[in-house]
């Protein structure tokens, strides 16, 4: 059974309970890649939107083969050598990661992900809201333009927004915004481990002096806010910080509260890197990491769980005091979570692929359940073989057009259509084009996803 599993129907997309934050019809690729599906009977609606699709082992919306219409989850543990005796072993039969295609018109909720221990303790306590007992780290490559709210800033920009945004400061409060800046002036990029621990403990409480403001503070605050954005432009927030002009930021408050009116996401925002993404470029979020993704349309990979922890911009449970209690409070500019892609080394490139300027780079986490490789082919005839890895592969294509060969077997393979491939199973991808591109996510315990960035 190991090789290529081709098919995986309208089931791997996924609308979310709170469909509205989709993107709508035919803008989204979520829903774009879930109608290119052969043989699915998933037909896109203009006017509705679609937020999601999954692909991988998740018992919450398990893969299938097309042609079998077995789930993947049934295929892999009817036979552990797809994915290798080791790595069934360690993630219990279950493939050890979730890949996702996300297309975000409206904000995703303010929230984190637990590590593991508070992961099983959750599940344990309220399995309703927290599904399963998994750690969820996850990285996330724009395929199209993207921007979120990901990680605290720089302590010396969250300094500058409490003393220039009143309403802010009105709901943090004018001791523990005091409290914060005393602690943290001067010692804001300090590497001493004891300042850095303080430093902090004082963003933790402002944080949560933000976090527990009432319900009839907020609201009048947020109206405040909106007010002094609409008038104020580029001057709004004192001009802004280093990372965001004021424009940027004025904007943004309005149109977040054009979303969620008057929700105490729009003043979260301060505490949080503002980042844009270009199309290729990616981030890694740590469990316990804060984030939010705003908009665009990403390949999203992470291990497989479905463990949220929510506080801001959603209608879903919300849970601030977990939410307070797990996160880290590191700080640091994005630029320390934007990834590094390097060249694959484990993939043979044909000459019309080199004469092309055609490439596989790595994206690789410093987490062992997953890695991704985006595939670029860019004339007709390129070729990218890649060696035998020992661990599972899902492959997608978002562009173009070619095909998927596996031992004897080769497979068309179009925009939309989902692959998988077992262990031990060299896979070779061959343009019909000018512009075939596949994003593959693995997991090889062996050392081969470690290429990019030592993690070994």
């Given amino acids: 059974m190991t090789g290529v599993h081709h098919g995986f129907p309208n089931c791997l997309w996924r609308q979310l309970t709170d469909a509205s934050i989709g993107k709508v019809g035919k ?14 009977d998933f037909s896109i609606q203009d006017e509705k939107p679609y937020a999601e699709l999954w692909m991988g082992t998740h018992p919450s919306l398990p893969s299938k083969d097309i042609e079998t219409q077995r789930s993947l989850l049934n295929l892999v543990q009817d036979n552990e050598a797809l994915m290798s005796s080791d790595i069934t072993k360690r993630y219990g ?41 998994n750690h969820k780290p996850e990285m996330t490559i724009a395929i199209t333009p993207f921007d979120g709210l990901c990680g605290f800033r720089p302590l ?55 976090m527990n403001a009432s319900k009839d503070l907020i609201g009048a605050a947020a109206k405040e806010l909106v007010v002094s954005a609409e008038r104020d432009g580029e001057s709004f927030a004192g001009g802004g ?22 929700d105490i996401g729009l003043f979260v925002l301060f505490f949080l890197n503002y980042v844009k993404l270009q199309v290729g470029e990616a981030m890694f979020l740590k469990a316990d990491d804060i984030h939010a993704y705003l908009s665009g349309d990403i390949m999203e990979c992470m291990a497989s769980s479905d463990n949220v922890i929510r506080a801001g911009f959603t209608p879903k449970f919300k849970d601030v005091s977990t939410l307070i209690s797990t996160l880290t409070y590191s700080y640091a500019p994005i630029s320390e979570q934007k990834m590094h892609p390097v060249d694959y080394p484990y993939v043979t490139l044909s000459s019309a692929a080199y004469s092309s300027n055609s490439s596989a780079i790595l994206y690789d986490p410093p987490i062992e359940e ?12 390129a070729k990218a073989t890649f060696e035998a890895i020992a661990g599972p592969s899902i492959l997608i294509c978002t562009s173009g057009e070619g095909t998927i060969s596996v031992g004897p077997k080769t497979e068309e393979m179009k925009t939309g259509y989902v692959f998988f491939v077992g262990a031990t199973a060299e896979c070779v ?28």
């Fill in 429 to 456: 991808l061959e343009s019909s084009g000018e512009d075939f591109t596949t994003f593959k996510a693995f997991c090889d315990l062996t050392g081969k996803e470690d290429a990019g960035n030592g993690k070994l």
């Fill in 27 to 40: 803008e989204s690729a979520a829903a774009k890649f879930a109608s290119a599906t052969p043989s699915g």
């Fill in 93 to 133: 039969g279950k493939l050890p990661f979730l890949f996702k295609v996300l297309s975000i018109r409206k904000a995703l909720s303010i929230q984190a992900h637990p590590n593991k221990k508070l992961a099983k303790q959750l599940h344990e306590k309220d399995p309703k809201n927290y599904p399963d007992d």
């Fill in 156 to 210: 010396a920009e969250i300094s500058h927004f409490l003393a220039t945004v009143p309403a802010l400061r009105k709901l943090v409060g004018e001791s523990a915004a005091t409290e914060f800046k005393s602690t943290v002036e001067g010692s804001e990029t300090s590497n001493d481990a004891e300042t850095m621990e303080a430093n902090k403990k004082a963003l933790q409480s402002a944080f949560s002096a933000l």
């Fill in 241 to 262: 910080g280093p990372s965001n002009s004021g424009k940027e930021l004025a904007d943004l408050v309005v149109r977040l509260n054009g979303q969620f009116e008057g």
């Fill in 370 to 381: 997953f890695s991704v490789v985006k595939t670029d082919l860019k004339k007709k005839g």
